[in-house]
């Protein structure tokens, strides 16, 4: 099978927008005929819904490292990313589906909850006795925050948490690391999964549910704004409902993962300041990648003149900053991107 054909039935198979799979298998064998003696890498970047912040942030990286055969060089004012890698954001249920593909070599690389990625690395939760998981789990960079939106209907009269009780609630998909952010949250308010109705939708269903007035509330851990939030917003359809209290920071001390954080006011249209949880975004790797590899990724996301892009491509793309790139991941970081942290380090120092 060649590797066109690869793409093909990837495309047809994973992702969920049948146009950019075509544009970027034609785009694939325009660029393997303009430099057939260049060798071509392709990049499969798992991200998340695309009504959420992973599919755009996980585009926008890939934008960074793809180095395209026969463009102009980085010093002339050509792509500054890695050559012949062609990167490309696919879409996933989240981030246990992408630390599930990257374990299993059906994507390359992915975004991920820390919270998850660490779960992960020891084995527990959903990840539980997962070996592959404990040894070859590595992180090339801590990307940025994403907070806990609890997304309530309007004519739901939902005040509180504890008003959860008895309503229709989506907790998203098994596979997400929404998931399993809302079931200790649900369960630091002492709310079972009795005590409620559960919907299973992703955020796109979640959001035609609520319109349809067959859904309550739901939770989504995004990075502001999150379109999905953003649309129902506009509409006046929706609320956001804050995460305080005792429970709160007892979720937080049991879980160090959860951090404060304020959605400010005004991120979406007619809603005020929403205090609220969060956990950071990962870019999530096998340590079975080549040292080489993952280093001239690595150079290739903070190579300076990427700035522009990562401040003009999306919100949360300016929080992404190399000062905070090795926050909470510790040992986890994999060997070709602590190569290039080590160098940048050297050079500081020198």
């Given at each position: ?281 990962q870019w999530i790797v096998s340590a079975k990648m080549e040292d080489d590899l993952v ?56």
């Amino acid at each position: 099978m060649t590797e066109k054909t690869r793409q093909e039935k990837g495309c047809r198979r994973r992702s969920v927008i049948g146009i950019f799979c075509l544009s970027f298998i034609l785009g694939m064998s325009a660029l393997t005929a303009l430099a057939p003696a260049q060798s071509v890498t392709f990049f499969r970047i798992g991200t998340g819904s695309t009504s959420g912040t992973y599919f755009p942030i996980g585009t926008l990286i890939g934008t960074t490292i793809t180095g395209p055969p026969g463009s102009r060089s980085c010093e002339d004012g050509g792509s500054c990313g890695v050559p012949g890698l062609i990167a490309a954001a696919q879409t996933t249920r989240g981030s246990v589906a992408n630390i599930k593909g990257v374990l299993s070599g059906n994507l390359e690389t992915g975004l991920a909850q820390s919270d998850i990625v660490h779960a992960a690395a020891k084995g527990q939760g959903v990840f539980k006795g997962n070996k592959q998981a404990q040894k070859d789990l590595r992180v090339i960079a801590n990307l940025y925050p994403e907070n806990v939106h609890l997304v309530v209907r309007k004519a739901a009269n939902i005040k509180t948490v504890a008003d959860l009780k008895g309503k229709r609630i989506s907790i998203d998909l098994s596979g997400s690391g929404t998931r399993e952010n809302a079931k200790a949250i649900l369960s630091a308010y002492k709310i079972g999964e009795k005590d409620y109705i559960p919907v299973t939708a992703n955020p796109d269903k979640s959001i035609r549910f609520l319109q349809e007035n067959k859904l309550d509330a739901f939770f989504f851990v995004a990075g502001y704004p999150a379109t999905a939030v953003a649309e129902l917003a506009s509409n006046g359809l929706v609320d956001l409902l804050p995460i305080t209290g005792k429970e709160a920071q007892d979720l937080i001390q049991a879980h160090p993962f959860f951090s404060t954080s304020d959605i400010p006011a005004g991120t979406y249209t007619g809603i005020g300041e929403v205090e609220t949880l969060a956990v950071s975004t990962q870019w999530i790797v096998s340590a079975k990648m080549e040292d080489d590899l993952v280093y001239a990724i690595t150079r290739a996301l903070w190579h300076p003149r990427n700035r522009v892009l990562l401040d003009g491509g999306h919100a949360k793309g300016r929080l992404i900053r190399l000062e905070t790139a090795l926050e909470g991941v510790g040992d986890l970081l994999h060997s070709g991107a602590r190569r290039f942290y080590m160098e940048i380090r050297s050079e500081e120092d020198g």
